[in-house]
């Protein structure tokens, strides 16, 4: 079981580039799930209570069933809905539409931890409702969604190595391919193993970051 | 004159490079009842916590009934940490009452004050219950044996602390600023408790900023400020002709307050 | 699509269902010896857990399945894949339980220990009488959240061959072409043992006597 470089070497244009699929789904897929579920989260808060049960019910399916079911539903029996897409499409789409389940329940704990005390303040001292959503909600709730946040980003980098299921030329699809072809499966998924933790740590890391530097204003939680 | 039941000679406290008590001198008289008041930060609580141990002073030493508690002088008139097994045994003369009750969750009343004598003593199950029961009555709270914590209020809640540390029979008990989490209208129950329990003759040590009760039940009041005991004596001297400027001023912040208590 | 295709998927449960069960119980076990380590005061101790836990949660659970599933052989270990399918499933949840484990024993509010100390207790009674009743409670939310995880990630063991729901339907979905049915009552199937799952936990932790507040 020996890594030979050169190997490595010959089929770095390949893995750079599943890399960067794998990247770029991942950054889409959350920044669509992030707005996506902003959206969702403040309908659900601000849009009665008929709105909210209705929200909860897509919301509670996909937290509660398997990615790759989802992406099977999807992939497989879109065609017979009138629905053809292609992996990466279908992908993105399902990324997109997983995290923002997800990131609609973060945003929705962050409202409500927010001291209605600090809401009321505001209130007196006449600031207007999208003054204080603006003014007062916001910032204290990007300091509480962030480590959860973080925390889901990671998890759903790792969900996207599911996609290689239904062929999307990502990292785990481009690295199991070069490890067929060069009878080295096991060095292949070590070293792709290797390289799903270097992202995490590096981002696992930025957001430890991103949260002392957001800390400085830190509030005293009740 | 009697021993001291709790002898602390030049004790010194420090956390890091703060010292937080400075040259403590203090004798706990046995079967009375010694306050330790001051402002918040003064270090009272810290020589409580000293007092159970549950601190390890810097220097100095404390002595329970003529026991060195922790540390002891060597033949070489050098500090030196006692055996586990010999601090437990000095310990158990002393029991401590939290501000926050710090009963354990998972337990009922009952559980929780029987646990130390079917955990550590072994004492049999029924005859532990029996004997918890005993002390839950004493505190008022026979109905309420088998309520959780959660159930019950900061002021149940704090006797059942009181009765948990009374059926391991101590010979002092420590209280940690007792009243201090609960609602006003709650802090009676508890003073009124440890009232009976003062006039039963229990050797007991106060922290607390219930000056009434340190006026009324106390038989010497120490002041402390910045971590050092300024002044030891008779509730009478302390309160009513205060000498010592600090004191004064300290007391005219609480006789602002509740100067009703006093007379 | 007949009842026969769903009584197939129902059948299927079972592998899903019991080998999560088992990932869960024996990743329950192993993460108990996890956090001791990761509690102790030595950094050299702690090193190699640390090492272990960031690595089984910095990489997709695919990508362990598939590691674990060629290793094994590899190391002249020829074991049913349903057994290296256990192995991925129980240490990747090893390493979720044992953090939640640890950030149990760590809130255990130090008043009750000091509590429990002048009461007498040695350190091994305040860690049996005490630390473990608080922390398992403590952490009792987060360990259902982990088997409700667990019971969605045992889909992907459907890539070492073990025909649990996700595989039959995909297996009955490419003979029948009825994909969306298929998958549908596959989801259906997850969902009801999801949220049985969920509700199972909240009413157990309700029946849970005191939580710390």
Redesign the interface.
């Known amino acids: 079981m020996i890594f030979d470089p050169n190997v490595i070497l010959k089929h770095l244009p390949e893995i750079i580039q599943g890399t960067g699929v794998t990247l770029a789904l991942w950054i889409a897929g959350m920044a669509f799930g992030i707005a996506l579920g902003f959206l969702v989260a403040t309908t659900r808060r601000y849009g009665g209570k008929a709105t909210n049960v209705v929200l909860a019910i897509p919301v509670e399916i996909l937290r509660g069933t398997p990615f790759l079911v989802q992406i099977f539903l999807v992939y497989y029996g879109g065609p017979f809905a009138g629905l053809s897409l292609g992996p990466i499409p279908c992908g993105l789409i399902c990324l997109t539409v997983y995290s923002a389940a997800y990131y609609s329940e973060v945003f929705r704990a962050g409202f409500a931890a927010v001291p209605h005390g600090h809401v009321e303040a505001a209130e007196c001292l006449g600031l207007s409702r999208v003054q204080i959503i603006r003014r007062i909600l916001l910032p204290e709730m990007a300091l509480i969604v962030l480590p959860p946040s973080v925390n889901l980003a990671v998890i759903l980098l790792k969900e996207s190595a599911v996609l290689s299921i239904i062929t999307v030329p990502e990292l785990t699809t481009t690295i199991s391919a070069i490890g067929s072809q060069e009878y080295a499966f096991l060095e292949a998924i070590f070293l792709l193993a290797v390289i799903y933790w270097a992202i995490v740590e590096a981002s696992a890391k930025l957001g430890r970051i991103a949260e002392a530097r957001l800390s400085t204003f830190r509030f005293s939680a009740p | 004159m009697t021993l001291p039941a709790i002898n602390v000679k030049k004790l010194v406290k420090r956390f890091g490079t703060a010292t937080v008590l400075q040259d403590i001198d203090l004798e706990v008289p046995e079967g009375k009842v010694s306050c330790l008041i001051g402002p918040s930060g003064s270090g009272k609580s810290t020589l409580l916590r000293c007092m159970?141990f549950?601190e390890e002073s810097s220097e100095g030493m404390i002595t329970v009934n003529g026991e060195a508690l922790g540390f002891f002088e060597n033949a070489r008139g050098e500090r030196e940490r006692l055996p586990a097994a010999q601090i437990?045994a000095v310990?158990?003369q002393?029991?401590?009452v939290?501000q926050?009750f710090?009963?354990?969750?998972?337990?009922?009343a009952l559980g929780n004050v029987s646990?130390?004598l079917k955990?550590?003593?072994k004492v049999p199950k029924t005859e532990a219950e029996d004997r918890a029961m005993a002390q839950l009555k004493k505190v008022g709270l026979e109905n309420r044996a088998n309520h959780?914590?959660?159930q019950l209020s900061g002021g149940q809640q704090q006797r059942v602390?009181i009765a948990?540390?009374l059926t391991?029979s101590p010979k002092i008990m420590l209280f940690d600023e007792p009243t201090s989490a609960l609602d006003p209208e709650l802090t009676g129950e508890v003073l009124n408790v440890m009232r009976d329990l003062a006039a039963e003759g229990m050797t007991m040590v106060v922290v607390s900023h219930e000056i009434g009760f340190a006026a009324t039940v106390g038989n010497q009041i120490s002041f402390l400020d910045q971590g050092r005991l300024l002044f030891t004596g008779a509730p009478a001297d302390v309160f009513a002709k205060p000498r010592h400027p600090r004191l004064e001023q300290f007391l005219d912040t609480y006789l602002d307050r509740g100067a009703s208590m006093l007379v | 699509m007949s009842f026969k295709l769903f009584f197939l998927l129902l059948k299927a449960a079972g592998w899903t269902l019991s080998i999560s069960l088992v990932s869960i119980l024996l990743g329950f076990a192993l993460a108990i010896g996890l956090s001791a380590v990761l509690l102790s005061s030595k950094r050299l101790y702690r090193a190699p857990a640390e090492l272990f836990i960031s690595f089984f949660r910095g990489v997709p659970l695919l990508v362990q399945l598939l590691f674990i599933y060629n290793l094994l052989p590899f190391i002249g270990l020829n074991v049913p894949s349903v057994v290296a399918a256990i192995i991925g499933l129980t240490l990747c949840t090893a390493a979720y339980q044992a953090e939640n484990l640890r950030g149990g024993f760590e809130s255990v509010p130090r008043g009750l220990i000091e509590a429990a100390d002048m009461a007498g207790f040695s350190v091994r009674q305040i860690f049996l009488r005490i630390k473990v009743p608080i922390a398992m409670r403590l952490t009792f939310p987060a360990l259902v959240n982990e088997a409700i995880m667990i019971l969605k990630s045992s889909s992907l063991v459907s890539v070492v061959g073990i025909v649990e729901v996700t595989k039959m339907a995909q297996d009955l979905a490419s003979s029948t072409y009825l994909p969306i049915e298929l998958f549908s009552s596959a989801a259906l199937i997850y969902l009801v043992i999801c949220w049985s799952i969920a509700l199972i936990g909240r009413y157990t932790e309700r029946a849970l006597p005191g939580g710390v507040k």
């Open positions: 159970a549950l437990r310990r158990s002393i029991g401590m939290f926050q710090n009963l354990w969750p998972h337990m009922t646990e130390a955990t550590v003593h959780y914590p959660s602390a948990r540390a391991l």
